[in-house]
Every structure is written in C-alpha cells, then in structure tokens.
C-alpha cells in the first residue's frame, strides 16, 4: 500500500507543479504505520511565500487516494479564489483611498477561527481557516456578490472590532475571538519572545528585524516596536513606529512626544539586558 499512495503523492506532486497560480511549489511527504503526512511549500504568482501541513490517517487506499487528492486541489482552488478577493479589495481600497490595507491569505489550519497574523498602522493580513477557504471556493465564480466593499473602507480598530459581522466573515464562517487588543496581539511577538529569539539565535552574523507589540491593557493603548538586532555588535536598537501609539478605546494615534518617549524608554532595551543575552554563557 505504501508504494501505491506514493505514487498518488507523486501524481497529485504534478498537478500541483502545472498549476500557474504558483511560481515554484515543493509537495514533501512521510509516510508511516498510522498516517500519511504532508506538507506543500510554494511561491504564489506575487512573490508570498507559504507553506501549508496536512495528516492523513491511513484506512482503506482509495479513502487516502481521495483524502489527498482533495487536499491539493482545495490548494489550487484556494488559492486561486485567496487571490482573486485581494484584487477586488485591493482595487476598490486604492480607488477609495481606504485607511488600511487589508489582505487575506489562504490557511488550512482547522480550528473554529482564523488569525490576523501580522498588521501595523497600514495593513493587516488575515489567514484563513479550512472552513472558510472550502467555503470560499464553493463561491470561485461570483466572489464579488459575497463581499461588501464597504467593510473595507474603515480603521484598523474598526475592522477588528466588526470582524465577525462583515457579510464576507458571515458567509465562509470566518470568525476571531476576544477583544480587540487581545487578537491583535496573539500572533504577533512581545518583547519577551523578541529576546528570547535573539538569545537563541546570539552566535548569528549580521543583522536581523523582529516587529513586537507592546501594550497597556487596562487603559487600551497598543503600540508596535521595531527592532534592529546587529549580531556582530551586540547592538540592540528599538524604534517606536511611526512614533506614535494606537488608542483602541478612541479609535485614534497618540502622537505626543513626552507620552511616545515614556513608552519607548520603558520598552527599550536596557543595558544590564544587553550585557545578559549577549554574554549569558
């Protein structure tokens, strides 16, 4: 059985290959006792890369042979449908001149609710679910009748907070969970994670970014640093974007100098820190 589901992982390895949604796609495989497990890297059409993991329990081989074979092609078509509702939004938000950019990326995780998985003062990015990218599909030919543009001419703050009422969420079952603040910072790194990273990685070369969120819960304030991490030097420098923080509970930036630099120099690294990742073994 092994050798015949491998060469159903070969056929549908092809397919994939011909598909002129992706620039380059890489479909790994391994296959043991219990499952068939699978994982598809790719380059789509505008230079994102991505890659997306699946398991297959291992029954009878025509259930795999048809498991799989859906797999792949909910990919091709995702993918294709991911791409074809950021153009529609991309050119009405443009024509618009809308506050933020706002982007979709295919995702097959299978939890109840999707992710924003990245975002700043200008764009957010949210990653689909497989119940929202099937459902999506099923609509590959009239996209443009399940969107209302209009949700998407509205703020950052705005956008997450009507995230689950926007007719496109409702009808692909596209939801989040929590506060504002709360989903606006489970994807993305604190200022713990930041240095736990550059402590794992202290014996690199050169320089590497991070982006984190700070934020001061009790009074709904949010603000992302930026970080340049110079390895060869042991430098840490951090910038508060735009200088500028995001008031949820306002729906608007605080630009204050005196109130940007308090928060800056309580997030900034201090040099006891310094001294402690770079020199801790």
Avoid at 56 to 69: Q, S
Avoid at 76 to 97: C, F, P, S, T
């Amino acid at each position: 059985m092994i050798e015949n589901i491998q060469s159903i992982i070969d056929e549908q390895a092809k397919i994939l290959e011909s598909s002129s949604e992706f620039k380059s796609i890489c479909l790994q495989s391994d296959v043991n006792e219990r499952m068939v497990l699978l994982k598809c890297k790719y380059t789509d059409i505008y230079d994102c890369k991505d890659k997306v993991a699946y398991g297959v329990l291992k029954t009878d081989e025509d259930a795999v042979k048809k498991e799989i074979e859906n797999w792949v092609n909910n990919i091709i078509e995702g993918v294709k449908a991911v791409r074809e509702l950021n153009d529609i939004i991309k050119m009405y938000q443009k024509a618009n001149n809308c506050q933020i950019s706002i982007f979709y990326k295919f995702g097959y995780d299978l939890k109840d609710n999707v992710k924003i998985i990245d975002w700043d003062y200008n764009k957010i990015i949210v990653k689909l679910n497989k119940k929202a990218i099937c459902n999506l599909i099923s609509y590959i030919n009239n996209i443009d009748e399940i969107i209302n543009l209009k949700d998407y001419d509205c703020s950052l703050v705005k956008f997450i907070e009507r995230f689950n009422d926007i007719k496109l969420h409702k009808i692909i079952g596209a939801s989040v969970e929590g506060n504002t603040i709360e989903i606006l910072k489970s994807n993305m790194l604190s200022r713990a994670e930041v240095i736990k990273k550059i402590e794992e990685n202290r014996n690199n070369k050169g320089v590497q970014k991070f982006k984190s969120v700070f934020s001061l819960d009790e009074i709904d304030l949010l603000a992302i640093f930026l970080w340049n991490v110079d390895f060869d030097s042991g430098i840490i420098e951090t910038t508060l974007m735009d200088e500028k923080i995001l008031s949820i509970q306002d729906d608007m930036f605080i630009r204050d100098e005196n109130i940007c630099k308090a928060i800056h120099n309580l997030y900034e690294i201090k040099a006891k820190e310094l001294f402690s990742i770079f020199n801790k073994y």
